[in-house]
């Protein structure tokens, strides 16, 4: 049994009066109002935790590798100054390289972050039996 999940409790007796019967029955409601809470509280915190650390490790890439592309950047491009004779076509080229790396790495960004789902689905489903349950009841 989960932690959400309640014993049942034993059939009324027939004497009970209505006012008892109400009684319980807003207790339960109030009960499984909180359990459902409860659920999607934890639910949220699962997901976020794995948003937040895509969200880190994007950041911590695009820092590190913005340092790194600086110094090889300027290193590459008068490199190949040297090679076009040519200043302006040599950083154009590099330039076309990084913009192809940003790409890349975008894509494989919002890839990650497709993969999160903050919609808490246990309690939607738990939610929506208890409907179903409801409506049995008043049928």
Do not use: C
């Not at 989960?2 to 009324?12: D, G, I, K, M, W």
């Not at 027939?14 to 639910?43: C, N, W, Y």
């Not at 497709?114 to 208890?130: A, G, N």
Request: net charge negative.
């Amino acid at each position: 049994m989960t932690s959400f999940e309640r014993p049942p409790y034993p059939v009324a007796e027939p004497e009970t009066s209505l006012g008892d019967l109400l009684g319980r029955l807003t207790d339960d409601l109030g009960i499984l109002f909180q359990d459902h809470v409860q659920l999607a509280k934890e639910e949220a915190k699962v997901e976020l935790k794995e948003a937040a650390s895509a969200a880190g490790l994007l950041t911590g890439a695009g820092l590190a590798g913005w340092m790194a592309a600086l110094m090889l950047t300027l290193a590459a491009a008068w490199g190949l100054a040297e090679v076009f004779d040519s200043v302006w076509l040599a950083f154009l080229v590099v330039g076309l390289v990084w913009a192809v790396v940003a790409g890349v790495l975008w894509a494989s960004g919002r890839n990650a972050m497709k993969k999160v789902d903050v919609k808490p689905r246990k309690t939607i489903q738990e939610l929506q039996k208890d409907k179903e349950w409801l409506s049995e009841q008043t049928n």
